[in-house]
């Protein structure tokens, strides 16, 4: 499977926007990037997911390098709730439907 | 919708004795996976299933464990005899294979303590 590389911990200001990197270097045509988060005593939830091309939802947005091997995670206006592990991880659909789950960014919001 | 739902949610129980897990995924959900979690490995895939069937397996530690789905509402993880290096939090997820939808939803997860 293919790696991702993740910061281990990230601090943000409350209502400021945050930028959370991943590099995947050895990305495969075809695997997706995933993008999960875990707030405390929680289980994982997803968050966002893309291909090729840059990504919004209501949660996140998730910007894609030219040539894939890099993606960054943009919270927009960050929350005490958004305190969570964040998590890269990168899933080949020929490979059916398993995700694998590395070590994450672990995102403190100061308010 | 409940989400998906485990019990019990926290478990306490001498080694040795045997411990079973609980999970009901999301209704109309064809992909069930169970993970564990602890500090030191982090969040592991033990077993996934697609519509009841074992896929892969190669996650689950030893014999001890053993997973099974009867049916599509249904599944359990079972530890017997159970040891105090299993103490961890284990969630269950569902997700819908094969619909293009790539989303998988956790439970709140079991806090296993062997004791």
């Known amino acids: 499977d293919a790696k991702t590389t993740q910061p281990n911990s990230m601090e943000s200001n409350e209502e400021e926007p945050v930028h959370l990197p991943c590099n995947h270097s050895?990305?495969?045509?075809?695997?997706?990037i995933h993008w999960y988060r875990q707030l405390p005593s929680q289980g994982p939830e997803y968050v966002i997911h893309?291909?090729?091309s840059n990504v919004n939802n209501r949660m996140a947005s998730l910007a894609i390098a030219e040539d894939r091997k890099s993606s960054t995670l943009i919270l927009h206006r960050a929350t005490l709730r958004d305190a969570a592990v964040y998590y890269c991880?990168?899933?080949?659909?020929?490979?059916?439907?398993?995700?694998?789950f590395g070590g994450g960014t672990r995102l403190m919001v100061k308010p | 919708d409940a989400g998906v739902i485990q019990s019990p949610r926290h478990e306490v129980t001498e080694m040795g004795q045997e411990v079973t897990l609980r999970c009901k995924p999301i209704s109309g959900h064809n992909s069930l996976f169970w993970y564990r979690q602890t500090m030191m490995r982090g969040l592991e895939l033990l077993i996934y299933?697609?519509?009841?069937?074992?896929?892969?397996d190669s996650g689950m530690p030893e014999d001890r464990f053993s997973a099974k789905m009867p049916n599509a509402s249904f599944s359990t993880l079972k530890i017997q005899p159970s040891e105090p290096r299993d103490s961890a939090v284990y969630f269950c997820?569902?997700?819908?294979f094969g619909t293009g939808i790539l989303e998988q939803y956790f439970g709140p997860g079991t806090r296993l303590t062997v004791t």
């Open positions: 893309g291909l090729t």
């Open positions: 997820a569902s997700s819908s």
């Open positions: 991880i990168l899933r080949d659909v020929g490979a059916g439907n398993m995700l694998t």
């Open positions: 299933f697609n519509n009841n069937v074992p896929i892969d």
């Open positions: 050895t990305i495969s045509g075809t695997d997706y």
